[in-house]
């Protein structure tokens, strides 16, 4: 079983630390609100990521199924504009195509780059049984 987990954050550009002005509330606010949500994030990745270790590591005839946890998070893409763009996109209901034709190639790198997805049994010919 593969679960894939996607903190798709954005990160809107910001000059609240490149300037010598004092910052107005709204980027204060903002500051303060994204910081227990950065950790809350933080908090649930490592929780389930322990829980697949555990998974994995009782396997037996209840779950003897292994469990693969992949966290992909849009802050690891490759320095560039693809990066820029995709941690640039607002929180809202309806997203442009481009956007969504960004956050698909993005998925793809991510991936890629990901040694749990590159190792998963049956992909790309690898089917090697995992030992309980």
């Not at 560039?80 to 941690?87: M, T």
């Not at 809202?92 to 998925?107: G, V």
């Amino acid at each position: 079983m593969v679960v894939i987990s996607v903190n798709a954050q954005n990160h809107l550009d910001s000059t609240i630390d490149q300037s010598p002005k004092i910052p107005g509330l709204r980027d204060v606010v903002n500051a303060i609100i994204h910081v227990p949500i950065n950790e809350n994030t933080q908090q649930s990745i490592r929780n389930f990521q322990r829980f697949a270790e555990q998974w994995n590591q009782s396997r037996s005839g209840e779950h003897p199924v292994a469990l693969h946890y992949i966290n992909l998070d849009l802050h690891d893409l490759p320095d560039g504009a693809l990066k820029k763009r995709v941690l640039n996109i607002g929180t809202t209901f309806y997203l442009p195509e481009a956007d969504i034709r960004d956050l698909r190639q993005s998925a793809k790198i991510l991936l890629e780059q990901n040694e749990t997805w590159r190792n998963l049994p049956g992909r790309n010919g690898n089917w090697r049984a995992i030992a309980p």
